[in-house]
Every structure is written in C-alpha cells, then in structure tokens.
Nanobody, 130 residues
C-alpha cells in the first residue's frame, strides 16, 4: 500500500522558514516524481516543486524559485521542502504526491499537472503572518 505522510507545517512570520517533509512507503516502482502542491483558501491547487527519483532533477514554480529547495533522501524514503523567506501569500495547505510518469511514457511528464499524480498525502498547513 502506497502511503505518503506530510509534516512540518506551522505558523511563522514573514521572512521565516519552515521545512516540510514527506515520508513515503510502499512505492511499487523506483522511477517516479515526487511533487509538492499547495492550495490556499478559495484558490486552485498549484504545483510548486518536484523532484525525480532517478536523476534528482528539480522543478520550481516561479513564485518560489530562490526561496524553496526540494531534496530527497532515498535511504529515509523522504522528500523535503525547505522554505525560506516565507511570504503571507505562501499561506496554504501543502501536499506531497507521487507520479509514476514513466508508465505513461517519458515524454508525457509535466511536473505540476496534479491530475497526473497517482497518490497523495494528507495536507500540512502553513500560515505566514505579515
């Protein structure tokens, strides 16, 4: 059974930092992309960062580039998202998800297309106050 467990959310002031972690287990394949998504109240879900398992290629939404860093620790089955210089507009519920994109063909991969992702963890809430 595939399981993803996100944690690390909290409340911080603008300019502060948080580190989100996604611990996963039961993945049936070792070639995948692990993404972080967020959804703010009244807004659509958006993908913000992604890392591939085989070559650890990383992707970032423009709004978080230079502030967020995604990393993976395969030994610990963990993908982390270091979030620095947080802004009030980063306030949202954050989710991790896994996409077994090679099963669709390697040319059919979009790191922030949420509908492609196969399994999702529960959200962890991030609140940034000004």
């Amino acid at each position: 059974e595939v399981q993803l467990q996100a944690s690390g959310g909290g409340s911080v002031q603008a300019g502060g930092s948080l580190r989100l972690s996604c611990v996963f287990s039961g993945l049936p394949f070792d070639d995948y992309a692990m993404g972080w998504f967020r959804q703010a109240p009244g807004k659509e879900r958006e993908g913000i960062s992604c890392i591939t398992s085989k070559n650890t290629r990383t992707y970032y939404r423009d709004s978080v580039k230079g502030r967020f860093t995604i990393s993976s620790d395969n030994a610990k089955n963990t993908v982390s998202l270091q979030m620095n210089n947080l802004k009030p507009e980063d306030t949202a519920d954050y989710y991790c998800a896994v996409d077994f994109f090679p099963l669709r063909g390697l040319g059919n991969f979009s790191p922030f297309r949420g509908d492609d992702y196969d399994y999702w963890g529960q959200g962890t809430q991030v609140t940034v106050s000004s």
